[in-house]
């Protein structure tokens, strides 16, 4: 793709049609912004025309300090329940919505700063970010775009060379995140609160014209985009599901309406599977933990519907309750399917609908050993694949021995082997990851680069996740866990 050299314009679609939704604010000034990374491949494939531009330039676009051509930075207001609790106000404490941009796919997407200083949504909160949870951000949602996982990515890093306070000094940074969207369910939740409808049905018309444009002229547009936006968070989580991916923080203001992974706070990936596994410091109850997650995304869509009853009978909304039920309830069913469908892949079954009992069946069995024997979640699948090979030895020095799971592998070999003989092997090769962004590794290149100004562990293992599938002999490390000392202890906090 050819990269112009004028920088992009920005759009304000959400500025100039939601006029009640966001207040205006200015990014804070920084005085030594020093690029940290950039993502030049995004920038490419959005168009951006930013290729031949000095990293100065970019360090300073992408802290806010000069502001491109049509850009109105603005705080978003949204509220959102956190941890089940409501809070009316939340919106955006330290990020800010630069514009948008067409990209050459014709798709509308946000570009947003994390980090830029208070707003009029800062609360308490000094609007900062430090360079730990924004490198982090960045390698998480690199690492799941290179998954295939719909999420929010992150377009550059800059360094503000500031100090913030949190429990340590730290040095500071700002994210450029770029996003479908950044309306949450959390932002129908800011003026449904208020019963202000007239607003929440404009961001409705909005949100349904920028995600689910098939559904604008559809007189039953309200029940429909429920139903799309639940069957787009099915996939999803069903997707982090099979990957082992815990957010950690699923608030009604950390769900996209878009579908995409948003807000990389606390979460981290799973090594030795455990459906009980929550790493959060601050969720204690465990009610984020790996194996509540479809439930909290049904949860939350309940919260979302009911944000939307007015809307769907405007006389009387209890009637549309029932509807509205039915909806909710096929999150689960959606949600099983897609499972399903993934983790047969996973297994290298052909024909999912031949015996769907069975295979469901080989498919709990399969996990009920990994759980038994604390099988680390990723090397397990990726090992399964070389015993379709012909080559168990790998998968057998996961388990203790190889006599406890011979049955289930003879089992499996079975339904294999009904298969037309295509190489099952490469198919699973590419569903099932060898690369995952590892806690321990995630955390000593965080580490490197907070203390000793040091990028070049981040560098290396963005490159590894960059291509999670292709296994490399010479990368066997970052294929590994991490001692047992380090995740019996490995807690993860709020990115803030
Ligand atoms: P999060 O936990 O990152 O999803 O953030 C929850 C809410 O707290 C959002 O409204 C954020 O904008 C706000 N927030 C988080 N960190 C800060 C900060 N350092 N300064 C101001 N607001 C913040
Ligand atoms: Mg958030």
Not at 200 to 227: C, E, M, T, W
Not at 241 to 267: K, Q, R, W
């Amino acid at each position: 793709m050819q990269e112009s050299s004028a920088p992009f314009r920005f759009g304000n679609s959400y500025a100039e049609e939601l006029p009640d939704f966001y207040v205006e604010s200015a990014p804070m000034a920084v005085e030594t912004p020093n690029l940290l990374q950039f993502n030049m491949p995004l920038a490419i494939e959005l168009g951006l025309g930013v290729a031949d531009l000095p990293s100065q330039d970019l360090a300073q676009i992408f802290s806010g300090q000069k502001l491109l051509a049509g850009s109105r930075p603005l705080a978003q207001a949204y509220a959102g329940h956190q941890f089940g609790g409501f809070s009316p106000q939340l919106g955006d404490g330290r990020g800010l919505l630069l514009g948008e941009v067409v990209s050459p796919d014709g798709c509308l997407r946000d570009i947003a700063l994390k980090g830029s200083g208070r707003t009029a949504f800062s609360r308490g909160g000094d609007g900062k970010a430090a360079i730990g949870p924004v490198l982090r951000e960045y390698l998480l949602g690199e690492a799941m775009y290179c998954l295939g996982i719909p999420t929010t990515r992150a377009l550059a890093a800059v360094a503000t060379g500031e100090s913030v306070y949190r429990e340590n000094t730290l040095p500071g940074a700002i994210l450029t995140r770029v996003a479908s969207s950044h309306i949450r369910i959390g932002t129908f939740q800011f003026f449904a609160s208020q019963q202000r409808w007239d607003q929440v049905r404009q961001l409705a018309d909005y949100a349904i014209k920028r995600h689910y444009p098939h559904l604008s002229g559809d007189n039953d547009r309200y029940l429909l985009f429920l139903r799309a936006v639940s069957e787009r968070q099915a996939s999803l989580v069903a997707d982090w599901m099979l990957i082992g991916f815990i957010h950690g923080v699923m608030n009604t203001d950390n769900m996209a309406i878009s579908g995409e992974t948003i807000d990389y706070g606390p979460c981290a990936y799973m090594e030795a599977f455990s459906t009980d596994a929550v790493f959060s410091s601050i969720d204690q109850q465990g009610r984020y933990a790996y194996k509540n997650q479809p439930q909290m995304a049904q949860w939350n869509l309940t919260r979302f519907a009911e944000t939307l009853l007015p809307l769907i009978d405007e006389d009387d909304p209890e009637r549309a309750v029932p509807e509205v039920e039915a909806i909710l309830n096929d999150f689960t069913l959606h949600y099983e399917k897609q499972w399903l469908a993934g983790a047969q892949a996973k297994l290298g079954l052909e024909n999912p609908s031949l015996d769907i009992d069975s295979d469901k069946l080989l498919v709990n069995d399969w996990l009920n050993l990994l759980e038994i024997y604390s099988v680390d979640y990723t090397l397990a699948w990726r090992r399964l694949a070389d015993a379709a090979a012909g080559n168990s030895e790998s998968l057998e020095a996961l388990f203790p021995s190889s006599e406890v799971f011979a049955d289930w592998l003879s089992r499996w070999h079975e339904r294999i082997a009904k298969q037309s003989a295509v190489d099952s092997t490469s198919r699973m090769r590419s569903v099932n990851p060898i690369y995952i962004p590892r806690n321990h590794l995630v955390e000593d290149a965080l580490a490197a680069a907070t203390n000793d100004a040091n990028l070049e562990p981040f560098e290396k293992l963005l490159a590894v996740l960059t291509h999670p599938f292709d296994e490399r002999p010479e990368l066997a490390n970052y294929a590994q866990p991490a001692s047992e000392n380090f995740t019996g202890r490995y807690k993860t906090f709020c990115g803030t």
